[in-house]
């Protein structure tokens, strides 16, 4: 199958490493583009609950696919978010065509993009840390309960239904949340003069343009890859929501590309030396654990002054 060249794709809260993810729908969403440039806009590692126990071999493979991408020539940018907090520390670290950081600007056919997580926004991320992290759990509990309540709505015959969306449409603090957040960004990115401001964080695909008296600017959120199943894409100076369930992807299941490589040697393939991905991956936590990140607005880099 020949797969579809583009400008730029972004992708967000992808939550590897919990039960909610989607891992196989992405992979064969990934393996049926050819982007110029790949954004990885924030929580695509759930380092938040990351365990031992449960990192199935899917949820690796979109690690193998995505390093396997920058690999073949793609610009892969790993935007950070609050789920993958402790990659800040390693902001600005490049690795051949593979880049950390905490906020990205690109222009666009003349137009300046500003994209970043969106967590600072979350006041419940800044000051009770430990409340957002239970929020996690239980929100991860309820994707597990829904996806049950789905297979018994598919053996009789029905549609899915998405608990989560209806909690959110209901609770009206909840709908006051996502307006707030989305106001928020658009009047920052229109302050600092951006034309658009590209998001994740609240799992909610979005392309809508904002006003006001200082002028306009193009507001996109990716959604996520536990309940929408979203990405955004960039082509012919034009922005879409792709959403997988409209889409019909079978064919890209089978990666053959990836079948045979192991981590090392796709991590070798950008770096041009040895990796030990265990190793590197207890480093990580075991700095996370001795060095809690309690990084603000301004240190994150999202303040522009």
């Known amino acids: 199958m020949k797969k579809r060249k583009i400008e730029l794709a972004v992708i967000s809260d992808v939550h590897l490493g919990t039960y909610g993810c989607h891992a196989d729908e992405l992979i064969a969403y990934l393996n049926s583009i050819q982007p110029k440039k790949l954004i990885l806009n924030g929580d695509i590692i759930d380092i938040w609950q990351f365990s031992k126990r449960y990192f199935p071999p899917s949820h690796l493979k979109v690690l193998r696919k995505i390093i396997g991408m920058a690999s073949r020539g793609t610009e892969v940018y790993y935007i950070t978010g609050n789920h993958d907090e402790m990659l800040r520390k390693f902001s600005d670290t490049s690795m051949g065509n593979f880049k950390i950081s905490n906020k990205l600007v690109l222009n666009l056919d003349g137009k300046k993009a500003w994209i970043f997580h969106g967590d600072v926004f979350d006041v419940s991320i800044q000051n009770a840390k430990w409340l957002a992290k239970l929020g996690?759990?239980?929100?991860?509990?309820?994707?597990?309960?829904?996806?049950?309540?789905?297979?018994?709505?598919?053996?009789?015959?029905?549609?899915?239904?998405?608990?989560?969306?209806?909690?959110?449409?209901?609770?009206?603090?909840?709908?006051?949340?996502?307006?707030?957040?989305?106001?928020?960004?658009?009047?920052?990115a229109i302050e600092n003069g951006y034309d658009y401001v590209i998001c994740g964080h609240i799992h909610q695909p979005k392309k809508e343009i904002y006003e006001n008296k200082n002028g306009s600017c193009t507001y996109l959120n990716s959604g996520d890859w536990v309940e929408n199943l979203t990405a955004l894409e960039y082509s012919f100076k034009r922005w879409k929501i792709y959403h997988y369930n409209h889409d019909r992807l079978s064919p890209f299941f089978v990666d053959e590309d990836l079948k045979e490589m192991d981590m090392n040697e796709l991590i070798a393939s950008i770096t041009d030396k040895e990796v030990d991905v265990e190793d590197v991956t207890e480093d990580y936590l075991d700095d996370a654990e001795e060095t809690p990140n309690t990084k603000t607005l301004d240190n994150q880099g999202l303040s522009q002054d």
Request: proline residues 0%; without cysteine.
């Open 136 to 188: 996690g759990y239980g929100y991860d509990l309820l994707i597990v309960i829904n996806s049950f309540v789905n297979w018994w709505l598919v053996k009789m015959g029905r549609e899915k239904y998405s608990l989560s969306k209806r909690i959110k449409n209901s609770v009206k603090s909840a709908v006051k949340y996502i307006n707030n957040f989305e106001k928020t960004a658009a009047d920052l």
